[in-house]
T-cell receptor, first 115, second 112 residues
């Protein structure tokens, strides 16, 4: 059974510091891992998608790594800004025969960036 | 740009009413998902569709039902709403395999 865990559950940093968010998963049978951002009461915005064969993906100030063998992904946000305050979620797309294509989420990391 | 739409965005309804939450996507995706999210809590998959006429329940038990008679449309129905159904409902879609998933803006349901 796949379990997705995000640590820490909450994080508060001053503006300008780098953010490091962690995601771990127990079953390496995945198609990909996707990082999302969620603002309060809103839907999810996709930030980065890493295929299972990839090690890293970058977009602007965001960089995500994937180590499928150890079941870990890390999202780095450089030079944080107050606008980065949100909940960040990771999700794995499962490829086991009983869960083919299902997205499974971690509980999220709530980030606050103070001016 | 994600083309997946949910209506209504907000709904307040009385106990016992029947409701349908709409979800449509124009990307031709075969996989569609419904998630339930209570305030401050994690997302739980409640329904999943592999394609037309193919649906199954998710990891979290739900009294809602879904249908998929067209590729682009995946409505969720509650036959008799209860206060315990108060939550945010999020719809998503994806192509198969390694493709990215896209989410709608969600429907915030309040049952009074």
């Amino acid at each position: 059974k796949q379990e997705v865990t995000q640590i820490p559950a909450a994080l508060s940093v001053p503006e300008g510091e780098n953010l490091v968010l962690n995601c771990s998963f127990t079953d390496s049978a995945i198609y990909n891992l996707q990082w999302f951002r969620q603002d309060p009461g809103k839907g999810l915005t996709s930030l980065l998608l890493i295929q299972s064969s990839q090690r890293e993906q970058t977009s602007g100030r965001l960089n995500a790594s994937l180590d499928k063998s150890s079941g870990r992904s890390t999202l780095y946000i450089a030079a944080s800004q107050p606008g980065d305050s949100a909940t960040y979620l990771c999700a794995v797309k499962r490829r086991t025969t009983d869960s083919w294509g299902k997205l499974q989420f971690g509980a999220g990391t709530q980030v606050v960036v103070t001016p | 740009e994600a083309d997946i739409y949910q209506t209504p965005r907000y709904l307040v309804i009385g106990t016992g009413k029947k409701i349908t939450l709409e979800c449509s996507q124009t990307m031709g995706h075969d996989k569609m998902y419904w998630y339930q999210q209570d305030p401050g809590m994690e997302l739980h998959l409640i329904h999943y569709s592999y394609g037309v006429n193919s649906t199954e329940k998710g990891d979290l038990s739900s009294e809602s039902t879904v249908s998929r008679i067209r590729t682009e449309h995946f409505p969720l129905t509650l036959e008799s709403a209860r206060p315990s159904h108060t939550s945010q409902y999020l719809c998503a879609s994806s192509r198969g395999g390694e493709a990215e998933a896209f989410f709608g803006q969600g429907t915030r349901l309040t049952v009074v």
